[in-house]
């Protein structure tokens, strides 16, 4: 179910066929990071870098050179030393990256120094993302300064640097048929195993064990690793958006908030579902929860080809804004509080953000100052959510400390969309029903 070396190759066609003639881009690979002295993080490839190559090796450097007579795509990568992989692993080397990944030309990273000068001399542009990495944006004005340190013999420096993210991230926006695989399998993972924690969950449990047993389904189906740090809080823990200490113990009468995704080959699902720690909703709970669900659903009817982005907020906010005048916890026109915004005391947060390779994927979400069309082959999160904390004195106190949020991923299609998570319960009586079980 990985994506072909074939893919990655026309990938590298499409983005050269946006450059300029005679023009260079240069995309560093991620290091490695240190976690603790001499422990590192395990390493994860840049996305941009493992997009245009699937080459998932740290100390790299992906160069692209549209219409060079020699060959396009030029690697430097770490060379084989059976000394190091013996201790750390597997390298390619500069042979395997082109047996491969289908470099035309590629060279040991310690050469860079003095081959790259001589790649980028005489170019007019170059293409590079500068302001992620303050070495590497360094290395690139080092090399730059050298051409221009021989210009009186006749050296050529670029003419100019152009940013290369908003070609390259309009491409990540569109997802292929192989990325649409790849997102609905990491999306029936993922529903597994929120199908998983509300079968465990019990009154007295922690949440990092819900967290284990996510892991658990994650990695036994083949996606080693979760795509973020999942979100497990119960209780007044899920009115925090971002809560990941996942330590305290879940007690009777609170709802769960778990958002949790895994990553397949790279690709990121991302889904969140609140049920009762007991399996069965309180009269309050239930209510937000179904006005929260009325919202994302109306949200979903949103997504469709001609529709721009801010359609399916609109709509929640919409169906949120009226629910909660008719729970009594807003007062006045519906109209009148959706333009003032009150709902955001309480709904503070967008529908939704891009999936793909990174969980908030890259793509414009304006062009101009118009929201974007959607188009088929878009994939987007719909997560609308209601979080009443526990100091909030404007509200009756049976209404505190509740947190809901629900979270689909969603193609854009021809005729419409396609939820590619529908294999999680979201219904209050869908969830009952399988927590009792």
């Not at 390298?91 to 030309?105: F, K, L, M, N, T």
């Not at 009762?276 to 994302?296: M, T």
């Amino acid at each position: 179910m990985s994506i072909s070396k074939s893919e990655f190759v026309r990938r590298r066609k499409n983005l050269m066929a946006l450059m300029e003639p005679n023009s260079i881009a240069i995309i560093p690979s991620a290091r490695e990071q240190v976690r603790s002295r001499d422990t590192e993080y395990l390493f994860r490839q840049d996305s941009d870098f493992y997009y245009l190559s699937g080459f998932n090796e740290p100390d790299a450097v992906l160069v692209l050179l549209p219409g060079r007579r020699h060959g396009q795509f030029v690697m430097f990568c770490r060379e084989r030393d059976p000394g190091m992989e013996l201790w750390h692993g597997y390298r390619a080397g500069p042979e395997g990256v082109c047996a491969r990944h289908a470099a035309d030309d590629a060279f040991p990273i310690g050469d860079i120094d003095d081959i790259l000068p001589g790649l980028i001399e005489g170019r007019e542009r170059v293409y590079y993302s500068m302001g992620r990495s303050t070495d590497f944006d360094r290395q690139i004005m080092e090399w730059v300064n050298t051409i221009r340190g021989k210009e009186a013999s006749g050296a050529v420096p670029p003419g100019e640097f152009t940013d290369l993210d908003h070609m390259l991230h309009e491409l990540r926006l569109y997802k292929s048929a192989a990325e649409l695989r790849l997102l609905r399998r990491a999306g029936e993972i993922t529903g597994r195993a929120h199908q998983r924690v509300m079968r465990t969950c019990r009154v007295g449990m922690y949440e990092y064990q819900l967290e284990a047993e996510l892991q658990h389904e994650f990695t036994t189906s083949g996606a080693r690793h979760a795509a973020y740090p999942s979100i497990v809080g119960s209780g007044d823990n899920a009115c925090t958006m971002h809560y990941v200490a996942n330590d305290s113990k879940m007690r009777d009468g609170d709802l769960v908030l778990v958002d949790a995704g895994c990553e397949l080959e790279y690709y990121a699902a991302d889904v969140t579902r609140t049920f009762p720690v007991n399996g069965r909703f309180s009269r309050e709970q239930r209510a937000l929860y179904d006005l929260v669900l009325q919202a994302q659903l109306a949200a979903i009817d949103q997504i469709k080809p001609g529709n721009h982005w801010n359609q399916p907020h609109d709509a929640s906010v919409r169906v949120i804004t009226r629910g909660l005048v008719e729970l009594g916890l807003l007062k006045g026109r519906v109209a009148s509080l959706i333009k003032r915004e009150a709902y955001r005391a309480f709904y503070m947060h967008r529908v939704g953000h891009w999936l793909g390779l990174d969980v908030h994927d890259v793509g414009d979400y304006r062009l101009g100052e118009e929201w974007r069309l959607l188009e088929a082959g878009m994939v987007m999160t719909v997560e609308p959510g209601l979080y009443i904390g526990p100091q909030n004195s404007k509200v009756a106190k049976k209404w505190r400390g509740i947190g809901i949020r629900i979270e689909d991923d969603v193609v854009v299609t021809d005729q419409g969309c396609e939820v590619i998570s529908s294999g999680v319960p979201k219904t209050a009586e869908e969830i009952e029903a399988l927590m009792a079980a």
